[in-house]
């Protein structure tokens, strides 16, 4: 069964400064791989996704993840945050397996400072 | 605009209740899915369906039934509720077709006393 590792439950940087979300993966084959973001009080909502082609990957408002086979990894990174950006960030790993499951890491929570 | 619809948002039950949470997708998706959100957990996935009349248990279906009586609506019941399934329950809609994606409701804040 695939799983998903996040090892920070909390970051805490400066408005202005760049942002690193770690997250590793366990699964045989390459999976489908996203995070999400969860703003407060709210549902989740895609950054982005990967499945396969340029290992790193665009997404929403600023943010790109880069994929690594060989450390079994989907960092996302954005260089520049924002306020807003504070919120809790959720990466998944999806099997392909029939009914598409998602398997979510347990999230980071980031603040960002004024 | 596509969408995934929750109801109520939130719920306080009794120990021994009946609760029904209701979800409502206009994607056209065939799967749905529902999850619980608690802290250090992240989200862990109850039931999930393929489809109107097919429901398949997830990775925590133990307390949990579910039912899809069409292709836009699945719920989650709660026979006796009891204050371990006090949580945040979310309800997603997704389809290979869309790149195994999948889209979630604002969430149910369920309370059991």
């Known amino acids: 069964a695939q799983s998903v590792t996040q090892p920070d439950a909390r970051v805490t940087v400066s408005e202005g400064a760049s942002l690193q979300l770690r997250c590793k993966y366990s699964y045989s084959a390459t999976p489908y791989l996203f995070w999400y973001v969860q703003y407060p009080r709210q549902g989740l909502q895609m950054l982005l996704k990967y499945y396969s082609g340029d290992p790193v990957v665009q997404g929403v408002n600023g943010f790109e993840a880069e994929f690594s086979k060989s450390d079994s990894s989907f960092h996302l990174r954005k260089a520049s945050v924002h306020w807003s950006d504070s919120a809790v960030y959720f990466c998944?790993?999806?099997?392909?397996?029939?009914?598409?499951?998602?398997?979510f890491g347990i999230g980071t929570r980031v603040l960002v400072r004024p | 605009e596509a969408a995934v619809t929750q109801s109520p948002r939130n719920k306080v039950a009794v120990t021994g209740g009946k609760v029904t949470l209701s979800c409502n997708q206009t994607?056209?998706?065939?799967?749905m899915y529902w999850y619980r959100q608690d802290t250090g957990h992240g989200l862990r996935l109850i039931h999930y369906?393929?489809?109107?009349?097919?429901?398949e248990k997830g990775d925590i279906p133990d307390g949990y039934k579910a039912s899809r009586p069409s292709q836009e609506n699945f719920s989650l019941i709660l026979e006796l509720a009891t204050p371990s399934q006090t949580s945040v329950y979310f309800c997603?809609?997704?389809?290979?077709?869309?790149?195994?994606?999948?889209?979630f409701g604002p969430g149910t804040r369920l309370t059991v006393l």
């Open positions: 998944a790993v999806s099997a392909n397996s029939a009914g598409n499951k998602l398997t």
């Open positions: 994607n056209n998706h065939n799967n």
């Open positions: 369906s393929y489809g109107a009349g097919s429901t």
């Open positions: 997603a809609s997704g389809d290979v077709l869309d790149s195994y994606e999948q889209y």
